[in-house]
């Protein structure tokens, strides 16, 4: 699995952007997908996850309320819209593939394949 993510820009406080992560190579179906982010001199987190389908996700508290993860299988691709953007979401952010349960997304050692990463900058 190869993954590609891109969308990711310099915007002020306030604003949206719509992440997007795309597999050249195995179907993404059969994976349990996750956004992460890492900020300058900090540990990379969790944002949000997608099950094989639509229906269950899950996100970090700080971006509840605000970030929507979906996914279209027929596409290969899996999405990440961040709405309400503050200075603190500034990170590089990397998609991930896990053949693993929800649950254990979450946890970066539970992922299988990461996407190179795309720089997100929130300007206050």
């Known amino acids: 699995v190869q993954l590609q993510a891109f969308g990711g820009g310099l915007v002020q406080a306030g604003s949206s952007l719509r992440l997007s992560c795309v597999s050249s190579?195995?179907?993404?179906?059969?994976?349990?997908m996750g956004w992460f982010r890492q900020a300058p001199g900090k540990e990379r987190e969790f944002v949000a996850a997608?099950?094989?389908?639509?229906?269950?996700?899950y996100y970090a508290d700080s971006v509840k309320g605000r970030f929507t993860i979906s996914r279209d299988n027929a596409k290969n691709s899996v999405y990440l819209q961040m709405n309400s953007l503050k200075p603190e979401d500034t990170a590089v952010y990397s998609c991930?593939?896990?053949?693993?349960?929800?649950?254990?997304?979450?946890?970066?050692?539970?992922?299988?394949?990461w996407g190179q990463g795309t720089q997100v900058t929130v300007s206050s």
């Open positions: 991930a593939a896990g053949a693993t349960a929800f649950a254990l997304i979450r946890q970066s050692r539970h992922v299988d394949y």
């Open positions: 190579g195995r179907a993404l179906s059969s994976y349990v």
């Open positions: 997608v099950g094989w389908s639509s229906g269950s996700t």
